[in-house]
Nanobody, 127 residues
């Protein structure tokens, strides 16, 4: 069983920055690909980015490349999403998710590959 809790969301002006955190539980957390997804009002949930179990590789959606950075600290069972130069279209609920296939060389961008999800944290960007 894996539990994930996101934090760090809030209301921010366009151009600002936020750092989202995802605290995980479970013995094998450090062996999992971790993904970030978001769901904007009236839209389907979409892939934002992912990081391999050792942090060696990261993946990003085209819409966020260059502005979002994913990192992890396995000693703390934590994953982070640094969001810079926020835009109003970044307004969404942000979710972290775990793919519990251990020690994958590559992370999936597909939601169905991630079998544990956090409750989400709201990010609202004002123009």
């Amino acid at each position: 069983q894996v539990q994930l809790v996101e934090s760090g969301g809030g209301l921010v002006q366009a151009g600002g920055s936020l750092r989202l955190s995802c605290a995980g539980s479970g013995r094998a957390f450090s062996n999992y690909c971790m993904g970030w997804f978001r769901q904007a009002p009236g839209k389907e949930r979409e892939f934002v980015g992912a990081i391999t179990w050792n942090g060696g590789s990261t993946y990003y959606a085209d819409a966020v490349k260059g502005r979002f950075t994913i990192s992890r600290d396995n000693a703390k069972n934590a994953v982070y999403l640094q969001i810079n130069t926020l835009k109003p279209e970044d307004t969404a609920v942000y979710y972290c998710a775990a793919d519990t296939h251990e020690l994958l060389r590559y992370c999936s961008v597909r939601q169905y590959e991630y079998n544990y999800w956090g409750q989400g944290t709201q990010v609202t960007v004002s123009s």
